[in-house]
């Protein structure tokens, strides 16, 4: 039999686990080129994940990401970051936590040091104890005297260098705190806006409900979006937009205070936590946002070609005893779609409304 045609025996397991990955390359392809996204390597492995249902999280933000209309590249590696890709922030926190216990081993290894040197300071004493006691000529008390303070000099020289020791290493463990609370804040900002990104929203939404259940406090939540973004980047490019995203985080990062926060949910939408306000304490603070956003007037840099008014649309809702966060972030962004709905730039909050003249 000619050995170059035998036949491979591949198991039935084998067979249906290469066809589903044959699917699931299909539906990530067919996707990709449905919507004209560029298929770079993080788009397909959103994608081919996407397909494969192998991550709730994921499926949940490519399909908000497909109601929008369409698949963002910043919103899809935002989304492959968050899910797929091994940050830098873990790398950062591997690297440090190494460094902490080898500090810890530094330590412990003084620590022991101090043992073993009392333990002998110790013997020593009892020693020199021993022979004080066994004779009375003055040499042998002379001899005791100078090994007692041979053996004090010793032991303070010890202390010394434990001291030094763990000054330096609680001085190396504080920077090292210092450097993973940065990398911690590092992993909470949107790397263009500089303002909190979805984990951090989804953190400090989650502490805030509990909160306000606990304490039967105000709690007021905004979703706000852009009116016409794809416009703006169809026709002024992405840079433009960028620029744009920016402009308006920094408008609401300026009009917000204390324990409120701002966070980039995604895209072009954006997410305001306000702790202690009513709806329509928060309904005022945000048509001030909107009326400060409509007010810019943009133009190009260089060529000062203007870009026109940029607007948004605002969704605000109270919380209510016992709702779920994902009901308060549901209502929002229902209030959201219908300031959309009725014409944009305008606040659309619990049973009050209002619009740009």
Not at 195 to 220: M, Q
Not at 305 to 333: H, R
Not at 351 to 356: G, R
Request: hydrophobic content about 40%; charged content about 25%.
């Amino acid at each position: 039999m000619d050995e170059s045609k035998t036949p491979v025996f591949v198991c039935p397991e084998d067979q249906q686990a290469f066809a589903k990955v044959y699917e699931h390359a299909g539906v990530a392809t067919e996707l990709i080129a449905q919507h004209g996204t560029p298929p770079f390597p993080n788009t397909f492995a959103l994608m081919f994940a996407y397909a494969a249902k192998s991550d709730k999280k994921i499926v949940v933000a490519v399909d908000e990401m497909l109601e929008r209309g369409g698949l963002c590249q910043y919103e899809i590696d935002e989304v492959y970051n968050l899910h797929l890709r091994p940050t830098d922030d873990h790398v950062k926190r591997e690297n440090i936590g190494r460094e902490v216990e080898q500090q810890l081993s530094s330590v412990l290894d003084l620590v022991g040091t101090s043992v073993e040197n009392s333990d002998q300071f110790e013997l020593a004493l009892k020693q020199i104890e021993r022979g004080l006691s066994d004779t009375s000529s003055s040499n042998a008390l002379s001899t005791a005297v100078a090994r007692l303070m041979s053996e004090s000099r010793r032991m303070t020289e010890h202390s010394r260098q434990l001291s030094e020791g763990l000054t330096a290493s609680k001085k190396q463990i504080e920077r090292l705190q210092q450097e993973l609370e940065a990398v911690r804040n590092e992993s909470m900002r949107d790397p263009l806006t500089s303002i909190y990104n979805r984990r951090a929203f989804d953190l400090r939404l989650a502490a805030e409900v509990d909160a306000a259940k606990k304490h039967g406090s105000s709690l007021s939540l905004v979703m706000a979006d852009l009116d016409h973004f794809k416009r703006v980047n169809d026709n002024f490019g992405h840079r433009v937009g960028d620029e744009i995203l920016k402009i308006f985080a920094s408008i609401i990062t300026n009009n917000i205070k204390g324990k409120d926060l701002v966070a980039r949910y995604g895209g072009e939408e954006f997410a305001i936590i306000l702790p202690a306000t009513s709806v329509q304490q928060a309904a005022q603070l945000i048509d001030r946002i909107r009326e400060q956003m409509f007010q810019r007037k943009l133009v190009l840099k260089g060529t000062k070609t203007p870009i026109g008014a940029i607007t948004a649309s605002f969704g605000v809702t109270q919380y209510q005893p016992n709702m779920a966060m994902s009901d308060l972030i549901e209502q929002a962004d229902q209030r959201l779609y219908l300031a959309k709905s009725n014409g944009r730039n305008r606040v659309q909050a619990d049973d009050l409304t209002s619009n740009a003249a």
